[in-house]
């Protein structure tokens, strides 16, 4: 598993370790694994240049150290300094190495067509501007300069890309796009969510010898290796009721593929058994694509509500169907909720209590908050203000229902419920991090952007909850195993939402058997 810390748990670890380490050692060692990681890209890209942009943190620090240490390797290494005070501004050490390195400075304020020369000449840019102490956005003399990076040069950014909000909650255009950042000892929330991880580029993290405690991570990511851990193995003694069985009420006459998608998902995750309730249309598709499927109610582990559902529908068939699907809801059995589903939420009977899975896009999560909160249209969040600041909506909607909600998109958000005073007991120091580590996942191609690709998702996630994993480990294992199928199948080219279902099962099977093998 990636575990991001947050800048208070940061600082923290480092304070700890400075107490038993020689003065300037952290930056040191972070200078050696920068340096180091540089190197390795000049030579893949048989580049000879560089240039450290340099602020007046210790990022700053670093870059400068760095560029020492590449310049004493052999590569011609200059420093733009774009700290207010100039030279007095940065790192006192790092800089006296530099120039003993035979490091070129050149402060930015005091010949900018000297700095923009140096910056355009460069194989490789070290972004030392700002780090973990800094606000979204850049100055206007930084953006100037990185407007002059040559498209071939390769863009290095030490521990975060400079402009982006280090907790990684609010975006903005004007920030470094780094191809790489080297971060030091773990990453951080920019790197794993939304509003950074795009301009993070290739994450490399550089051991530092700070030790960070695995619970007070603020974001995770579950990688192949979490996989055989996880997954829902069945034993000798199983049997499809202890496997798991999984109410399914989804499609009906107007989107009758939705009950075919996430059945299909569900048998290919491996599920004990399904009960699918639906319309004539969908029945009679499920009951040919789906045979292992039970048609009707009956006693299951765990619901799965709403794709391809209609609750506007009409008809004695719809009626029935949607009367089983407000029964699901009522209950107390664990439930997942999608699409149509999420129309059945009603504001008085939450938060709900029972172990809970919300699966929308922008869209549907913008129309949930709005419903939820009694707001007209033109009063509540828009899906473009979702896309924005997805992780505040996503919180927002959990504490709402008291359910984990699982917001798609290019990196999925996993976001739990805050847990109340009586469910935690923060103290001063750890009360940054009591709220429950966001989950993140980013392993899908942009091809997965297609109809049904949802209702995939919604039949594996189904299929976990109803083995007996908790809401946040179904769901954020559900996105790994949904995206990486849905990898394979596509190959670098277009997919379908069907062929994404069918890869369920071998993918599966290969992580089990091939984690960390890729």
Same mark, same amino acid.
């Not at 000798?236 to 999984?246: A, F, N």
């Not at 896009?361 to 913008?366: D, F, R, S």
């Not at 369920?504 to 984690?515: E, F, G, M, P, Y």
């Given at each position: ?32 694994g920068?340096?180091?990681?540089a190197a ?14 340099v602020?007046?943190?210790?990022n700053?620090?670093?870059?400068l ?11 011609a290494?200059a420093?733009?300094?774009?700290a ?25 304020a005091? !010949?900018p ?11 490789l ?21 990185? !407007? ?28 470094v ?6 971060t030091?000892?773990t990453p ?16 490399t ?16 990511r579950l ?24 109410g ?20 290919? @995750? ?23 499927a039970?048609m ?5 582990q ?8 209609d609750?506007?529908a009409?008809?004695?068939?719809? $009626?029935? $169907? ?10 107390d059995?664990?439930?997942?909720l999608? @699409?149509?589903g999420l129309?059945l ?5 939450l ?11 922008a ?5 949930? #908050? ?5 707001? $007209?249209?033109? !009063? ?26 699982? #917001?798609?998109?290019?990196?999925t ?21 009591a709220?429950?580590a966001?989950?993140? $996942?980013?392993d ?12 995939? #998702? ?15 480990d ?6 790994l ?10 190959g670098?080219?277009?997919l ?9 099962r071998t993918?599966?099977? !290969? ?8």
């Amino acid at each position: 598993m990636i575990r991001a810390h947050s800048v208070e748990s940061v600082r923290r670890a480092e304070d700890a370790a400075r107490r038993d380490l020689p003065e300037g050692e952290l930056m040191r060692r972070a200078a050696e694994g920068l340096a180091e990681v540089a190197a390795a890209r000049l030579d893949e890209r048989d580049g000879t240049s560089v240039v450290a942009l340099v602020g007046s943190g210790d990022n700053g620090g670093d870059a400068l150290l760095a560029a020492a240490l590449l310049s004493d390797a052999g590569f011609a290494c200059a420093a733009v300094v774009l700290a207010s005070d100039g030279v007095d501004g940065v790192h006192d050490v790092a800089l006296e190495e530099a120039r003993t390195a035979g490091v070129d400075v050149t402060v930015a304020a005091d !010949d900018p067509t000297a700095a923009e020369r140096l910056v355009a000449e460069a194989d490789l840019v070290l972004d030392g501007i700002v780090g973990i102490g800094g606000r979204p956005g850049l100055r206007a003399p930084a953006s100037a300069l990185l !407007d002059a990076v040559d498209d071939d040069a390769w863009v290095l950014a030490v521990d975060l890309a400079s402009g982006l909000d280090p907790a990684g909650e609010h975006g903005d255009d004007d920030s470094v796009w780094a191809d790489e950042t080297v971060t030091m000892g773990t990453p951080k929330p920019a790197h794993l969510l939304p509003a950074g991880e795009a301009a993070t580029g290739r994450l490399t993290v550089v051991d530092i010898g700070v030790e960070f405690p695995d619970d007070e991570a603020a974001v995770e990511r579950l990688t192949w290796d979490d996989v055989p851990e996880l997954w829902p193995v069945p034993g000798p003694s199983d049997d499809k009721y202890s496997r798991g069985v999984l109410g399914v009420v989804a499609g009906g006459e107007s989107y009758t593929g939705a009950a075919v998608l996430c059945t299909t998902a569900a048998v290919e @995750a491996g599920v004990g058994m399904v009960r699918y309730v639906g319309t004539p249309t969908p029945t009679g598709l499920v009951r040919l694509a789906v045979p292992e499927a039970v048609m009707g109610d009956g006693r299951v582990q765990a619901w799965l509500v709403g794709p391809g559902l209609d609750t506007t529908a009409e008809g004695d068939d719809a $009626q029935r $169907q949607l009367a089983v699907a407000r029964a699901a809801v009522d209950s107390d059995v664990p439930l997942v909720l999608d @699409a149509g589903g999420l129309d059945l939420l009603e504001a008085e009977a939450l938060p709900r209590t029972a172990p809970t899975v919300l699966t929308p896009h922008a869209g549907e999560l913008a129309r949930l #908050l709005a419903r939820l909160a009694g707001e $007209q249209d033109s !009063d509540g969040p828009s899906a473009d203000d979702v896309r924005a600041d997805p992780l505040r909506h996503a919180r927002r909607a959990a504490d709402l229902t008291g359910a984990t909600v699982l #917001l798609k998109g290019a990196t999925t958000l996993v976001v739990d419920p805050t847990p109340t005073d009586d469910e935690t007991e923060a103290t001063d120091e750890t009360d940054a991090t009591a709220a429950p580590a966001v989950r993140s $996942q980013a392993d899908a191609p942009p091809w997965l952007a297609t109809a049904g690709a949802g209702d995939v #998702l919604a039949g594996v996630v189904g299929t976990l909850l109803a083995a007996g994993l908790t809401p946040r480990d179904a769901a954020s294992l559900g996105a790994l195993v949904h995206g990486v199928s849905a990898d394979r199948a596509s190959g670098g080219g277009p997919l379908r939402a069907l062929a994404v279902a069918h890869g369920i099962r071998t993918t599966v099977r !290969d992580l089990l058997t091939r984690a960390g093998d890729r």
